[in-house]
């Protein structure tokens, strides 16, 4: 840990609360693991928690435990003090049976002072193992709470090795502390279980930058903690030979630019969130359950593997699928661009799709009544449009798109007209600020969508947003649709590029161009 006014709880498995550069920074194995803990950080009040010790214990035959072995790290002994982090407990055995505790836990910080990491627990048998006690090695609680340390258990079902990782923190905290695994010299891990539970946060740190593959046979997870792959690295999630295989995703993942998951050819995210920066494998039928999500960056891609070599590989910030669906309550988009190519892409009820720049290229375009396509209040000022709305405090004018922005203030004039009347590509433009900084409306995005057929039942939006309550602003001016539609287009729905209301003495933001583009007889009765 580290002194300061708030102890730093130590670190060992993983962070220590409250770290601070290298101080209450993660150390040591989780295959061999052999060092003790380490002291909690002291406050200007006195002393930090004490880290846990170390014990190897090596058995011929059985161990059998009914009471408890414990590598605790203390509590931080002074107020706003670190705890210590948990030690190290390696046991070799042909069996471990009973009912007792195996523990190594993080000591928990006092007042404001971070929790101590938890440590790391080894455990070798020859046999399946029979205990049906307590492992547990979870960070300490604090003002931030320790990592999780790391419990591997590698044993043998009927002579076939089992290796097994469990990181299981605090069901409660208010940070998600890192836990981290670094074993020198190796580039391939296999783990038959990988289990993930509590406020944690899991990575395999790649030290050289080295190409490394993660292979695990089966996740477990209460869907709260959540699996860093980083760059060079590959992570195959439970994938199977057949071509047709089926994944149903409960573990949070984020993938790194850099990085690849390849998954199951059929993919279903449920109670979880998938965070892409990097690439997707494998993936050509795609579900997103309610409460579940799926975020591409602009860097993430889509690929196809054979063999572990690339056979197709989508541009960056491209997603390409064969199908989607979002069922209700789901999220689904990108912060900033989403491009995909997909056969069907079916928006269940209540479903929002969000973006500022959203391309869509379909067979099939389903959207749900209650669902939305949205860019709306998405942008700031882009390009060299003249469209934006001019600032006063007394009131802002609104930004221009299809026409002029509303007047401000004492004649204040608005953003001037720009873009094209049949095929529009440029996003709405900010409105003029009023009595504060940042209360003007933004300016709506742009979605692009070519499908051969289009149900809109719900909402696909590009409105300017509304200035901010009480601040004399100007509202944004609307972006732009832009739809194509090689044979049918029905539905009840909404397509809009609407400007943006104005406060007070503000200007209203212009609205925006809609332009649809239909090869077969207009039968659409919505608006």
Partial sequence: ??????????????????????????????????????????????????????????????????????????????????????????ISADDIQGNGIIIAKGGDGKGTGGGGSGGRVGIYLQKPMSFEGLLQAQGGSGK?????????????????????????????????????????????????????????RFEIYNLQRKFQTIQVTRFVSDGVGEIAIRKNQTLLAEVLEA????????????????????????LTVDGATLTLDGKLSNVRHLVVESGSAVKFGITSQTTLMENNNFVFQSDPGTQQFASVTLKSGSDFGAPLNLQISVGTLDMKSGVTLRGKFVDIKSKSLLIGRGATLTTNNSIE?????????????????????????????????????????????????????????????????????????????GFITANGGHATQGSQAGGGSGGSVFISIGSVF??????????????????????????????????YRGT
């Avoid at 770290?19 to 052999?34: D, I, V």
């Avoid at 170390?54 to 414990?70: A, F, H, P």
């Avoid at 089926?246 to 993938?255: A, F, G, P, Q, R």
């Avoid at 009840?492 to 200007?507: F, K």
Wanted: glycine letters at 26%.
């Fill in 490 to 523: 029905s539905g009840t729905g909404t397509v809009s590029a609407n400007g943006g209301r104005a406060d007070g003495a503000g200007g209203c933001g212009a609205g925006g161009r809609v332009a649809i583009h239909l090869k077969s007889q207009y039968s």
């Fill in 243 to 266: 071509k047709e295989s089926h994944l149903t995703l409960t573990t949070n993942i984020y993938v790194e630019e850099g990085a690849n998951l390849v998954v199951a050819s059929n």
């Fill in 381 to 457: 000022a882009v390009g060299n449009f003249g469209g934006s709305g001019r600032s006063s405090a007394n009131g802002g004018s609104g930004g221009g798109h299809g026409s002029a922005g509303g007047v401000g203030y004492n004649g204040l004039g608005g953003g001037s007209p720009y873009g094209t009347l049949y095929e529009p590509d440029r996003p709405g433009q900010p409105g003029g600020n009023g009595s504060a900084g940042n209360t003007a409306g933004k300016g709506g995005g742009v979605i692009r969508i070519d499908t051969d057929i289009l149900e809109n039942d």
């Fill in 1 to 90: 840990g580290r002194y300061q006014s708030d102890g730093t709880g130590a670190g060992h498995g993983g962070y220590g609360g409250l770290r601070h550069g290298n101080q209450g920074t993660w150390y040591g194995s989780a295959f061999n693991p052999n060092d003790t803990g380490s002291g909690g950080g002291s406050s200007s009040y006195g002393a930090g928690g004490v880290g846990g010790g170390y014990l190897r214990l090596t058995v011929v035959r059985v161990v059998k435990l009914e009471g408890t072995i414990s590598v605790t790290g203390t509590s931080g002994e002074a107020s706003n003090s670190g705890g210590g982090s948990g030690g190290s407990v390696w």
């Fill in 144 to 200: 931030e709470a320790g990592a999780a340390g790391t419990l591997y258990i590698k044993d043998n079902n009927k002579f076939i090795p089992r290796k097994r990782l469990w990181i299981d923190n605090l069901a409660i905290a208010i940070n998600k502390a890192q836990t981290v695994l670094y074993e020198a010299g190796v580039v391939n891990y296999l783990f038959d279980e990988l289990r993930l539970t509590g406020m944690s």
